[in-house]
């Protein structure tokens, strides 16, 4: 094979790997990345979305400043709601974009199981009135355990319970075109103190959580 050939070839193989990269991130941001693929990488919480929704001239005579002041860049803060339930096994977080609906992993799941419980359904169904009520078209399924174990089990344990909770929600929300992101942050992103059971219960969560508006 000449020179030429050989850089031919070797191109449409970086062309095809290329190619293939692109497939396989297109495939993991609807959730459908391959079984042993349960460690995420990125952040579940996006930044805040509010933006400043006007300008202040800080000419304008009517502002009083001290002098030598000035003023700071303008930005308005994305309020988040929290309510938890007394016993902890619930929690709902709204922001001014998103509505994450979280679920204590014993009321769902025996220990170190993915098998949902009898329980299961019935909490389950309130998420997806949820959902039908807010006419969302994007739901992202986030699985989370506590640090005890090797940080591989609970990688794998979390995407095995968000698999779990997304197979009811499917069947549930069948004939809706809504679009899943499934994923297991194992011991990352832990909401409560990991050196006691009570935060570690916490910790050992699914969270469900879709914009607030509708679509996605």
Do not use: W
């Not at 001239?57 to 009083?64: E, F, I, R, T, V």
């Not at 389950?124 to 989370?144: C, D, L, M, P, Q």
């Not at 997304?166 to 992103?189: A, C, F, N, P």
Request: charged content about 25%; cysteine-free; glycine content about 8%.
């Amino acid at each position: 094979m000449n020179a030429a050939n050989t850089a031919n070839a070797a191109g449409t193989r970086i062309g095809i790997r290329t190619a293939a990269t692109v497939l396989a991130g297109a495939a993991l941001s609807l959730g459908l990345g391959r079984a042993g693929e349960a460690r995420a990488d990125e952040n579940p919480y996006p930044a805040p979305s509010a933006s400043a929704p006007v300008q202040v001239n800080a000419s304008d005579p009517d502002l009083k400043l001290p002098e030598g002041a000035t003023l700071a860049p303008p930005k308005v803060l994305d309020i988040k709601s929290v309510i938890e339930d007394l016993s902890g096994e619930e929690r709902r977080e709204e922001t001014n974009a998103d509505i994450t609906l979280a679920l204590q992993s014993e009321v769902l799941f025996g220990k170190d199981s993915s098998k949902l419980s009898p329980e299961a359904t019935s909490r389950i169904s309130t998420i997806v009135a949820e959902i039908k009520k807010h006419n969302a078209t994007r739901v992202r399924i986030f699985g989370f355990t506590d640090d005890l174990g090797s940080a591989d089990h609970g990688d794998q344990l979390s995407k095995k319970r968000a698999d779990a909770v997304h197979s009811v929600l499917s069947q549930q929300l069948s004939g809706k075109r809504i679009t899943y992101e499934i994923r297991g942050y194992g011991e990352d992103y832990p909401i409560a103190d990991n050196s006691t059971e009570e935060g570690r219960k916490k910790n050992r969560r699914v969270e469900v959580s879709f914009p607030s508006g509708g679509g996605s």
